[in-house]
């Protein structure tokens, strides 16, 4: 969308969308087979027990308002989420951190014009956003170095 109205717009439509359809078991007739659903804003991970489910459930959920489509991932071992890869395995799931291929890591340099705040806090944010979005301590140090040049550069 573009517009700084675009997060809230998003959000009020897929809270509409889930709370009238999605999450609505007499509508929803897949709602019985999921076993794990996140949202943040737009964005929306739902497991399903089976394969077959969740094909059957994105062709339903796109044909209810052609304006809107919906993407989805079946049978994949990892798949994106917010800022984080979600990893499954045979047991329990992982997160790493996840940055888009038009990510820059652009931040601003220390000695540029900020406000002392932004200059000693930025470092702190950074290293405590990729601690918390790698759930093993290997992808937190391969992260963490990756931004210590933008930082000392």
């Not at 889930?18 to 739902?46: A, G, H, Q």
């Not at 979600?86 to 047991?91: F, I, Y």
């Not at 290293?127 to 040049?149: C, G």
Request: hydrophobic content about 35%; charged content about 20%; glycine content about 4%.
């Amino acid at each position: 969308m573009g517009s700084t109205m675009a997060p809230s717009v998003a959000n009020l439509l897929m809270a509409v969308l889930e709370s009238r359809i999605i999450c609505n078991c007499k509508i929803n007739i897949y709602w019985t087979k999921v076993l794990k659903y996140f949202r943040c804003i737009d964005d929306i991970v739902l497991v399903y027990s089976d394969n077959d489910t969740t094909e059957e459930f994105m062709m339903w959920l796109n044909s209810i308002n052609q304006s809107i489509k919906f993407k989805g991932q079946s049978g994949a071992s990892q798949l994106p989420f917010l800022d984080t890869f979600v990893h499954k395995h045979v047991d329990t799931s992982t997160a790493s951190l996840h940055r888009k291929p038009i990510d820059r890591n652009t931040l601003p340099h220390f000695s540029s014009y900020c406000t002392h705040n932004l200059r000693s806090n930025l470092p702190y944010g950074q290293f405590l956003r990729r601690k918390r979005n790698n759930t093993s301590n290997n992808d937190f140090q391969t992260t963490a170095k990756d931004l210590e040049l933008p930082l000392m550069g």
